[in-house]
């Protein structure tokens, strides 16, 4: 479960976000809407620890109840999707998919690992191809497979969806939230389609109008 | 790269490439005025400068330097833009463009040579037309190269320059729109060489300002160049100023090091004329910029720029395909065209001296810019820190110092840190060689660099630390991985500036190590064109070979990459079936 409690976020003396509070289950997905500049992405960055210096923020957010907001980026263990997949171009699929999986687990399950995620895809035949070779709609799937295979302990969402064609969303959507639920673990998504955040069947939080 | 402490970096590295300049500097300050210790002159005078000006070919050598270092920058400049303007965006223009990085490839000297077999009396040009037409049956006594006006001297200099700031133009073309400016322009009705004149090229000049600063102080100083098809009675200063410095009478030091800090003042007084000429045209030139006429007279001047500009790029093409065909002529009598015997004896005659000569040039070229290479990504890291930390578009400290060493004259300079060598027992060394092209190999592989990396989308590896918190792996792996191309480009770039390089080979080795460079421009004036034919073509062949492979490399190295694991895989898996 993701806690965030009395989070607010200000640039200069401009405040974006007043004590914005909410939780997260296990398998559930958070939708934050509202328009452009108010600070959605910005409050992803504060829980993933990527925040930029001439923000200042306060507030806390707990993963199970052990603080998140005081750890390292690196033991914060949080897997975020953009509107870019970020494949890196110069490796195959399965090499983005291994880069991926923890060292720590032997070769032989980890590449297991990486053929299950492409079975799951329904593209076992492109391991050994560019991610240039693939579709929009299915870069998107393996950049989000390759998020959850490194096991992160929350998921952040910053409009994943915007950059694909009407029609591929659809599908798209639906496979993220099963994975999501799969995984068992809190998502946060930003958005400001109605539709994305319909279609997650979670709680939805407008920020615009929480702000007036 | 995740480095700590990229303020203390960038100290320690500020201070390494301030030193060689400061020592080399004071090195030359003080000899200039008789302060001397390495032979015995310990008292501060002004003789030297009365020695200097006493010199009346001090006189006559200035005035060819101005006179050389001042019209091939302007016929450089000139021939560039009418060529950009003509071509730009033109279909066959582009095959032009693609040609334009072999001859920046190509080191002066070994272009130098080539026009020397092109224009000389007994040259191919006369032999092309001899004797039908010119009734000649031996080589006219006229003085094409090596005339006493620098006439071929400033050819060979526009011949390496155009193509310099052809390239950087062209690179600016998309900050200023030029595209779009273009197509507003002539929906107006004005004609494509009056658009360049006057909304293009005053937008372009405030970015190529350095640019053509440098190919000025470049022509100012030449030493190769010059040597080979320089004036020789008087030469232009840098070649003057180099044979005092080699003088067996040591006391010419003291006046060729006061030689070197004129040649110093001349550069910073044409470049500050050069700025003063340039807001004075501009003042001329504004009220007819806005006067409303779609096309001019002055448009002629560029027309006459392009047909200047191709006959330079031919001549160039044709003085380099001159060099193998001398390597493999047997028996070329004066009015043939071509051979009428061929050989590969020449060479291999040669190939003992050509080995060595090939070896110590290559492991120079290596070592320099690889060095240059890793030096160049600290410091453009340690620049993106302090752009992310500060948030700040302050210039940063490297982006100027890493001109100084362009800017300044090698001749002097160098003589001044040959001292601190002597001084570290390092004269003489293959170290200090390759310290010295560093020197002169960091500034275009920085600047290289420094676009690519700088534009790198952050997020790839902000996205790879987040999948696998391995920050120096991820940085190799994936942004170093990423950057590939710009990587192997500015390898190219570098390797072909060591391989250009003559005086700090000549001043570090003391003649103990030659190089193709060293060695083709010696040999340049001994008349056996065979074999200076050879090493002038091994000279440009190297780099053109490198810049090649830089192209052709990187983009296919990921699929060689995949396909040479998916073999190593397959007999893994044999494997295991027979275990």
Not at chain 2, 239 to 265: E, H, K, Q
Not at chain 2, 389 to 402: E, Q, R, Y
């Amino acid at each position: 479960m993701l806690t965030v409690n009395a989070f607010s976020l200000s640039l200069g003396d401009k405040t974006l976000i007043k004590a914005l509070s909410f939780e997260i289950a296990n398998g559930q997905v958070l939708s934050i809407m509202g328009p452009s500049g108010i600070g959605k992405s910005s409050l992803l960055h504060f829980l993933s620890g990527s925040l930029s210096p001439n923000l200042t923020t306060t507030g806390e957010a707990f993963l199970n109840d052990e603080a998140l907001h005081t750890k390292a980026i690196q033991d914060r263990k949080a897997g975020l999707l953009q509107q870019m997949p970020l494949l890196f171009p110069h490796m195959s699929i399965i090499e983005n998919l291994l880069f991926a999986i923890p060292a720590d687990i032997n070769k032989p399950a980890r590449i297991a690992m990486a053929q299950n995620a492409l079975q799951k895809l329904g593209i076992p035949d492109k391991a050994n191809a560019l991610p240039k070779a693939l579709s929009g709609g299915q870069q998107a799937r393996v950049a989000l497979l390759r998020t959850l295979l490194s096991k992160p302990d929350f998921l952040l969402l910053d409009e994943p969806f915007s950059k694909l064609d009407p029609a591929l969303r659809r599908d798209v959507r639906t496979f993220v939230l099963n994975e999501i639920r799969q995984a068992n673990i809190p998502a946060l998504l930003v958005t400001h389609d109605p539709e994305d955040a319909k279609a997650m069947e979670g709680e939805r939080l407008e920020l615009g109008k929480q702000n007036s | 790269m995740p480095l700590k402490h990229a303020k203390w970096i960038t100290g320690i590295i500020t201070l390494l490439l301030i030193f060689p300049i400061v020592i080399g500097l004071v090195g030359t300050l003080l000899p200039a005025f008789a302060y001397f210790p390495p032979l015995g002159e310990y008292t501060v005078s002004l003789a030297p400068w009365r020695n200097l000006l006493s010199q009346g070919e001090f006189y006559a050598s200035l005035k060819l330097t101005l006179i050389t270092g001042i019209v091939a920058p302007l016929l450089a400049l000139w021939l560039a833009l009418s060529l950009l303007a003509w071509g730009y965006q033109r279909p066959f223009f582009r095959k032009i463009e693609a040609l334009l990085s072999p001859i920046l490839a190509i080191p002066h000297a070994a272009i130098a040579i080539g026009l020397l077999f092109l224009l000389s009396p007994s040259g191919w040009l006369v032999r092309l037309f001899s004797p039908w037409l010119t009734g000649f049956d031996r080589p006219p006594n006229w003085i094409t190269v090596q005339d006493p006006y620098g006439i071929s001297l400033i050819l060979a200099l526009v011949i390496k320059e155009m193509p310099y700031l052809l390239f950087v133009m062209l690179a600016t073309m998309k900050s200023i729109k030029a595209r779009e400016s273009l197509q507003v322009g002539q929906t107006l009705g004005y004609s494509r060489f009056t658009l360049w004149r006057k909304v293009l090229i005053p937008q372009l000049y405030p970015i190529i300002r350095l640019p053509i600063f440098i190919v000025i102080a470049f022509s100012l100083t030449v030493v190769d160049l010059a040597l080979v098809i320089g004036p020789n009675t008087p030469s232009t200063l840098a070649v003057t100023l180099l044979r005092w410095f080699n003088d067996p009478d040591l006391t010419m030091r003291l006046m060729a090091s006061a030689g070197a800090i004129s040649l110093m003042l001349v550069i910073v007084l044409v470049l500050a004329s050069w700025e003063v000429a340039h807001l004075l045209f501009r003042q001329l030139t504004r009220a007819e910029r806005s006067n409303g006429k779609r096309f001019g007279l002055t448009d002629n001047i560029l027309r006459l720029g392009v047909v200047l500009g191709l006959f330079t790029l031919l001549n160039a093409f044709v003085a380099l395909a001159l060099l193998p065909i001398w390597s493999l002529a047997r028996r070329w009598r004066f009015p043939d065209a071509l051979p009428s015997q061929w050989t590969w004896d020449n060479i291999e005659r040669a190939t003992p001296l050509l080995m060595k000569l090939t070896t110590n040039t290559l492991t120079i070229a290596f070592i320099a810019t690889l060095m240059a290479c890793v030096i160049s990504l600290v410091m453009l890291e340690t620049k993106r820190h302090n752009m992310t930390d500060a948030n700040s578009s302050k210039p940063h400290v490297f982006d100027w110092l890493i001109y100084v060493p362009i800017l300044l004259p090698q001749i002097g300079f160098l003589f001044g840190l040959h001292v601190l060598l002597i001084y570290l027992n390092l004269n003489g060394d293959l170290d200090a060689i390759i310290a010295l092209h560093l020197m002169y190999v960091l500034p275009y592989v920085y600047l290289t660099l420094k676009g690519p990396y700088l534009s790198y989308e952050e997020e790839y590896l902000q996205q790879a630390n987040r999948l696998s918190h391995r920050p120096w792996r991820n940085y190799f792996m994936v942004k170093i991985a990423m950057l590939k191309p710009a990587l192997f480009t500015a390898f190219a770039i570098g390797f072909s500036v060591s391989i250009a390089q003559y005086l700090p080979t000549l001043i570090a080795g003391e003649g103990r190590y030659s190089t193709l460079t060293t060695e083709a421009v010696a040999q340049a004036a001994s008349g056996d064109r065979k074999q200076v034919g050879s090493m002038a073509m091994l000279q440009a062949f190297f780099p053109i070979m490198v810049f090649w492979l830089a192209q052709f490399i990187p983009p296919r190295w990921t699929r060689w990459r995949l396909k040479l694991k998916q073999v190593f895989h397959i007999g893994l898996i044999k494997k295991d079936k027979t275990c």
